[in-house]
């Protein structure tokens, strides 16, 4: 007989047969011959017992009438389902109601990155690639010239906010290096850093070319000290300056003398939207604010590939066209 003083119970109560699972079970002849059992076990009732998690249910999901005709609740008036609100339960959830697998980030900067890449292994971009920036607007929806004319007297017809693009083209190839999607009216200047950057990660620009909009001398910087862009071309904003001379040094330098003849070089900028445009139209079939962008982000990558396929087709009919004039002439010397 054990102490008790501790609360403790004779050796034979714990040789007595426990109840777990389906029936009784005579104790171990170890635990028994040992006394007081090193582990307390709990007694359960006769099923399982997972570990309990808290689950919120939300409303209810689903209403009654919104199940099978066939079955027979169908029938039934409408209501919503049992065990509205926090209930604690070991069932997880169904492995077809959790959520997706998130797609790969970084998809379509890889996808621009391969572009350039196929484009400077045949050659299409030099080794000193010049690019702009340049910012347009596309209709958020499909109106016919015919009916722009019939309402250009009475001028009822105004499309309040339209989708923004800004892209930084390639001289040499027309390719687009990068574009933002915004919402228009805005100003320009807003959305340079964002496509200045995207573009310098996947092509190693030595000059960049913009317009008066993007006038700053922090833009300056950036494309020079930060992204290592050896030159820079923008205009003085007459708004931002008047007739003072401006104190900061990159606009200073465009203020002293400003390369005329390297700043008409813009104008390929404005080619390539005008090609975009021709080629893929310059109205969105999206309605939404997130699928127009990203069907503009698509039709950019269009763009691109329509580019490439043509040039690359040029590139190797030229070689192919090269090297048969060179195996005529090498036959005709020889003989």
């Not at 007297?153 to 693009?165: C, D, E, H, I, N």
């Not at 390297?262 to 699928?291: F, M």
Request: one cysteine or more; glycine letters at 6%.
């Amino acid at each position: 007989m054990m102490c008790k003083s501790l609360g403790c119970r004779k050796e034979s109560d714990f040789a007595q047969p426990v109840e777990v699972a389906d029936g009784p079970v005579p104790a171990s002849p170890w635990r028994s011959a040992r006394g007081l059992a090193p582990v307390l076990e709990s007694v359960f009732p006769p099923r399982l017992h997972p570990a309990p998690i808290v689950c919120n249910l939300g409303l209810a999901a689903l209403l009654q009438d919104r199940l099978s005709g066939r079955m027979p609740v169908a029938q039934r008036s409408p209501g919503t389902a049992e065990c509205v609100g926090y209930r604690e339960d070991a069932s997880l959830f169904h492995p077809v109601l959790r959520r997706e697998k998130v797609a790969k980030k970084r998809a379509l900067d890889a996808l621009f990155e391969a572009v350039f890449a196929r484009a400077q292994a045949c050659g299409l971009i030099g080794e000193r690639p010049e690019g702009a920036v340049d910012a347009t607007g596309l209709l958020a929806h499909y109106v016919s010239a015919h009916y722009l004319n019939r309402r250009q007297a009475t001028g009822s017809f105004y499309q309040r906010v339209w989708p923004k693009l800004t892209v930084v083209c390639e001289f040499d190839s027309y390719l687009i290096a990068a574009a933002v999607v915004a919402r228009g009216p805005s100003n320009d200047a807003a959305f340079f850093e964002e496509a200045v950057r995207s573009a310098a990660g996947r092509l190693a620009l030595t000059r960049l070319l913009a317009d008066k909009a993007y006038d700053s001398e922090p833009f300056h910087r950036l494309c020079r000290e930060e992204l290592g862009i050896a030159s820079t071309v923008i205009p003085l904003n007459p708004r931002r300056t008047g007739n003072k001379a401006p104190t900061t040094p990159y606009r200073a330098a465009m203020h002293r003398r400003f390369p005329k003849r390297i700043y008409g070089r813009r104008w390929h900028v404005e080619s390539v939207l005008s090609q975009h445009k021709r080629g893929l139209g310059d109205a969105l079939r999206a309605r939404s604010e997130p699928a127009q962008a990203r069907e503009a982000i698509l039709r950019v990558l269009t763009h691109n590939l329509m580019i490439l396929q043509r040039l690359t087709k040029k590139v190797f009919n030229r070689a192919r066209f090269a090297q048969n004039d060179g195996e005529r002439g090498w036959g005709r010397a020889r003989d």
